[in-house]
């Protein structure tokens, strides 16, 4: 059974940074398509990174390109997200999936598996 659990969220200041991980239990996240997600109240989700299975393909929402960044950590089965000078508008649940059908990285419905979510809240 596929458990992704995220962690790192918190309330942070405009202008700060955090860094998400989404750690996988059940599979080697090295062979899957992993998407970072957001979903702020009254909302509908949507992807803010995602990186394939090979480290040079990764793709980002345009409002975050520059300021936040998708890695992997091989040996700990893990994925990061790096977001700095965060913004207000940045504030939400965010979650991670994979096991993603097909190429389209911000296709909520082609990952088959998701995490629990980690709020992200960015107030002064």
């Known amino acids: 059974q596929v458990q992704l659990v995220e962690s790192g969220g918190g309330l942070v200041q405009p202008g700060g940074s955090l860094r998400l991980s989404c750690e996988a239990g059940g599979l080697i996240l090295d062979y899957y398509a992993v998407g970072w997600f957001r979903q702020a109240p009254g909302k509908e989700r949507e992807g803010v990174a995602a990186?394939?299975?090979?480290?040079?393909?990764?793709d980002y929402l345009d409002s975050v390109k520059g300021r936040f960044t998708i890695s992997r950590d091989y040996a700990k089965n893990t994925v990061y997200l790096q977001m700095n000078n965060l913004k207000p508008e940045d504030t939400a649940v965010y979650y991670c999936?994979?096991?993603?059908?097909?190429?389209?990285?911000?296709?909520?419905?082609?990952?088959?598996?998701w995490g629990q979510g980690t709020q992200v809240t960015v107030s002064s």
């Open positions: 990186i394939g299975t090979s480290d040079s393909t990764t």
């Open positions: 999936a994979t096991d993603r059908v097909g190429w389209e990285p911000w296709c909520t419905s082609c990952y088959r598996a």
